[in-house]
């Protein structure tokens, strides 16, 4: 078994083919074949299941990439220290994230990154919650931007997110600067998908049972719903648009956070550009949250004067 082998059998995995790996790499489609081949004779295991569609992974198979990531990146680790870099000149990171993250924190974070570290390329996957944490586990990624929950591996906070409540225009509490959630227990809500954890946290604490007849894990189609008058809802500050027409934000009584940051697999395997990342991360998020909480305000105190 040799890394060459191991290598290109990722290669194979994230194309999802092994015409497209060869592309990449700089092989024949046969040449890949017959490398991971290889790896499967010397294993005595079958790691990917050849299909008209491409390739995927077997049961075992997917236990395998994982440790096979973890071995790869052992080998970076080692090929920086070798070379004794002291300075990040070259590299590629890879940051998953969810969607209503994406839009507001990702953009400044990575801008932040880049005027400093030109030359490391940064890699973005968008997903569901789920989607990032599995990706974290088989180190698909380097780093994860996620909500504080129960954390299977490293956890490192940046800032807390407020969540606010979303009702119609013409709604009676339109003009409330805040919202209990009794207030509207009564009524449609439309819950988002990503944020059921800590609202049915609030529901339980508040104890209310709202009506749910909407799960929706689109944020746009969320606001869009409420401005239609079809329910309320409750979303994370990250979530608010720039601008809004047709819907009143409130703040949520009493006042619920949930806390943002970075999760890693293994603060001990991390490159340099990744380490980078975080610190650079980290000091950009310092101010972010009182930036945000100003503009945030000044739309609640806005729409509370209608």
């Known amino acids: 078994m040799t890394l060459f082998q191991l290598e290109v059998f990722i ?79 070259t590299g590629t990171i890879k940051i998953g994230s969810i969607s209503n993250m994406s839009a507001k924190l990702l953009p400044g974070m990575i801008s932040s990154f880049k005027r400093r570290f030109p030359g490391v ?20 990624i380097d780093i994860g931007v996620v909500t504080e929950e129960k954390h299977e591996f490293e956890f490192i906070p ?31 809500f439309i819950m988002p998908k990503e944020c059921q954890s800590i609202l049915h946290k609030i529901f339980k604490e508040q104890e209310v049972s709202p009506t749910i007849p909407f799960e929706v894990r689109d944020i746009s189609t969320i606001i869009a719903m409420v401005q239609e008058g079809v329910g309320n809802t409750i979303l994370p500050e990250m979530a608010v648009p720039p601008s809004l027409t047709n819907v009143n934000i409130s703040y949520l009584n009493p006042q619920v956070y949930q806390n943002l940051g970075l999760e890693v697999k293994s603060s001990d395997y991390m490159s340099p550009a990744v380490t980078a990342f975080i610190h650079e991360t980290q000091e950009y998020t310092m101010n972010l949250s009182l930036k945000l909480f100003n503009s945030y305000q000044s739309m609640v105190v806005k729409k509370g004067k209608k």
């Open 11 to 89: 290669k194979v995995v994230e194309t999802g083919s092994f015409t497209k790996a060869g592309e990449q790499i700089g092989l024949s489609q046969s040449a890949v074949s017959q490398a991971v081949a290889a790896l499967e004779s010397e294993l005595n295991i079958k790691l990917l299941i050849r299909n008209r569609n491409g390739v995927s992974l077997t049961k075992i198979g997917e236990r395998i990439t994982g440790l096979i990531r973890e071995l790869l990146m052992i080998k970076t680790k080692i090929v920086n220290e070798a070379a004794g870099i002291t300075e990040i000149e």
């Open 158 to 188: 940046l800032l807390q997110d407020k969540m606010v409540v979303f009702v119609p225009e013409n709604h009676r509490l339109s003009n409330q600067p805040s919202i209990h959630v009794k207030d509207i227990a009564n009524e449609p």
């Open 121 to 140: 390329e940064v890699i973005l996957y968008e997903g569901s919650y789920e989607e990032v944490r599995n990706w974290i586990k088989l180190s698909i």
